[in-house]
């Protein structure tokens, strides 16, 4: 509950300033940092000299200098950094990697982004705009094998409609810390996947808000944690214009006793934002007995004149029922477990509609679940 | 030639609250080329036996065996018990999400053979089968039983049999839910599966309706957790008139 002393939203960041030395140092006990393991983050919160995030130039690609002032897409985004990492990437990055679709221009070509990184740390300033009529789908792959501190500011202009498919697959050892906020124009589409199965410690704050009524975005994820991977997903819609849509679908599979994953969807409808639909869901499906998934999803409304505002979120242990049908029609108790988490997905991964980016995201989820054995069988005699 | 052998079979479901027992000692035997009816009142145990064949987790086996020519089946987990020919239509299929039907059959097909199936043959032996069940070809696309009608269901069910030809299927409950054309050609499934393959049957129902499609050749009366009486297919019409109440009494012998 609110109090006269108390901001006027619960969810909006209480601090916008792209000056690190305006951000306290997260300790843990701040709602925001309550969940992540602090701890083992404590060189992204100390400013320095790291690495800055870099990409092979293209049509679309560019590498610029970075400089302090607001940069036309933070402009137009109205984008401001909101915690530490985040300012300190803004801050402290030497180069952007821009990703630029010219208005009315329709890109039939996946845009595929190799993210690299030459130091231990990395700062990462990346910047997407999509200009008004624009349409295209950009992939952004961190295969990297360094730890990365980074900003994603995206900017999609009136009536454009652009994907973006984050992609962090990277080794068992890296660590991600990202901010990645989307500014959805009118009447326009924003579709942004993230897609988490390597890596340490990811760590994904993605915000949206609008530039004008009549726009959608979608934030779909897919996540697998096993062992001891903590993977955070804190999502945060910020519905401040009238007839606007979002939908958020988050699924996760968590297996092995030290496996962590955390989702906090956040959804602010202010007092202006009339006629939006709503709905976020989160659904975790736990492989075996010890994992931990912590989801929380907050609602505010400061109107009633919705179209719809919705939300779940469910935690489930593996269905014996679903196994038992499977295993009665003979398929081995691994087989029927690895087609269940296959399908688990399969919500999120239909919306990847390029043919050949949906079948390298299902391959990558299926080497993580050890699934090609199967596929190997069944592929074999048609050879 | 196969023989599914059930001998003095006792089972109990374990809940929270403890071991009950339902089946209390059950003797059948069931045969290549034959059909077995298992009919009986609601609550008498008679799904409990299929799910005990089939080997669903939630049962416990404390007394008695089942063997499929010769081998124990009791000793087998729920895949070794289909690959080794047992077949189990159950009265309600599970949902699977994410998992299409023509992937679920190719799967199922693949495990139970021992190799995937050519995929020329295998497009139209799934194409025939499915249009002898007046299904229509879309069906495949969907997933696993999710949205499926009780109907849909059902013929589901007898096409994985179809596919899979098992040496003995129990059908568990396969008529309940069903209108009259449904039934109709879900029975005619079973009995074009049986002339073709020699199957032996188990048919579990609470009605006599689908006995006039399928025509068994014993049928056995199911009460308090075992059998209590055992004829031809005219017992069937001694049910059909009379009801189960004058088994109400053997059950709680």
Redesign the interface.
């Known amino acids: 509950m609110s109090t006269a002393q108390a901001p006027p939203s619960d969810l909006a960041p209480r601090v916008l300033s792209n000056d690190p030395d305006d951000h306290e140092t997260p300790h843990g006990r701040e709602e925001e940092w309550r969940f992540t393991p602090v701890a083992k983050l404590g060189d992204f919160f100390e400013s320095g000299q790291r690495g800055s995030v870099t990409a092979t130039e293209s049509e679309f690609v560019t590498m610029t200098p970075a400089e302090a002032d607001p940069s036309t897409v933070e402009k137009d985004a109205h984008w401001v950094a909101s915690d530490l990492p985040s300012a300190l990437a803004r801050t402290n990055a030497t180069s952007i990697v821009s990703i630029s679709i010219p208005a009315e221009r329709e890109v039939d070509d996946i845009v595929v982004v190799d993210l690299t990184g030459s130091e231990k740390l990395n700062y990462g300033r990346i910047e997407i705009s999509a200009g008004a009529f624009a349409k295209a789908t950009v992939v952004l792959r961190l295969d990297m094998t360094t730890d990365v501190s980074g900003i994603v500011v995206t900017d999609v202009a009136d009536q454009a409609d652009l994907t973006v498919l984050a992609l962090y697959d990277g080794p068992r050892t890296s660590r991600h810390v990202w901010q990645w906020a989307t500014t959805v124009g009118r009447d326009a589409s924003f579709l942004g996947l993230a897609i988490a199965l390597g890596g340490s410690i990811i760590r994904l704050q993605q915000n949206v808000r609008y530039a004008g009524p009549g726009g959608s975005a979608e934030l779909l994820g897919a996540f697998l944690a096993s062992d001891e991977q903590f993977q955070e997903f804190r999502i945060f819609v910020d519905h401040n214009e009238p007839h606007c849509v979002s939908n958020v679908v988050f699924k996760g599979a968590l297996s092995g006793a030290q496996a962590h994953t955390v989702w906090i969807g956040d959804v602010r409808v202010r007092r202006e934002a009339v006629g939006i639909e709503t709905y976020e869901l989160n659904r975790n499906l736990l492989l075996n007995d010890g994992p931990r998934a912590d989801s929380v999803p907050n609602l505010e409304l400061e109107t009633g004149d919705v179209v719809s505002a919705g939300h779940a979120s469910a935690t489930g242990r593996f269905?014996?029922?679903?196994l038992?049908?499977?295993?009665?029609?003979?398929?081995?108790?691994e087989?029927?477990r690895q087609?269940?988490v296959?399908?688990?997905?399969?919500?999120v991964l239909d919306k990847v509609t390029d043919a050949d980016l949906r079948r390298d995201v299902i391959r990558r989820i299926e080497e993580r679940i050890g699934m090609d054995a199967?596929e190997q069988?069944?592929?074999?005699?048609?050879a | 030639m196969s023989t599914l052998q059930i001998t003095d079979l006792h089972a109990s479901v374990v809940t929270d609250a403890g071991e009950t027992p339902i089946l209390k000692g059950v003797d059948l035997t069931v045969e290549s080329g034959r059909t077995q009816a298992v009919m009986g009142p609601n609550g008498s145990g008679k799904s409990t036996l299929a799910y005990v064949i089939?080997?669903?987790?939630k049962y416990t086996v404390t007394q008695g065996s089942i063997t499929l020519d010769g081998e124990d089946v009791l000793d087998m987990?729920?895949?070794e018990?289909?690959?080794a020919g047992l077949?189990?239509a159950?009265q309600y299929?599970?949902?699977?999400?994410?998992?299409s039907v023509s992937?679920?059959l190719?799967?199922?097909a693949?495990?139970?053979r021992g190799?995937?199936?050519?995929?020329r043959t295998w497009i139209g032996e799934v194409k025939e089968a499915m249009a002898g069940l007046q299904m229509d070809g879309a069906f495949a696309e969907r997933?696993?039983n999710e949205g499926f009608s009780g109907g849909e269901k059902k013929r589901h069910e007898i096409l994985?049999m179809s596919l899979?030809k098992p040496k003995i299927a129990i059908l568990d409950e396969t008529d309940s839910g069903l209108d009259v054309d449904a039934l109709r050609v879900v029975s005619e499934g079973v009995n074009r599966f049986q002339e073709d393959s020699g199957a032996g049957v188990l048919l579990i129902t609470h009605y006599t309706r689908i006995l006039r499609y399928i025509t068994p050749d014993v049928v056995n009366v199911f009460a308090g957790g075992r059998i209590v009486e055992t004829g031809g297919p005219e017992l069937a019409e001694v049910l059909e008139a009379d009801g189960y109440e004058r088994f109400a009494d053997l059950a709680k012998a």
Do not use: C, W
């Open positions: 269905d014996d029922e679903q038992f049908y499977l295993q009665s029609r003979g398929i081995t108790e087989l029927a087609l269940v296959r399908g688990f997905f399969v919500e199967i069988q069944l592929t074999d005699v048609d | 089939a080997g669903h987790p987990s729920v895949d018990r289909a690959r077949f189990l159950m299929p599970i949902e699977v999400p994410g998992v992937n679920f190719r799967t199922s693949t495990s139970i190799e995937a199936p050519k995929l997933n696993v994985q899979l």
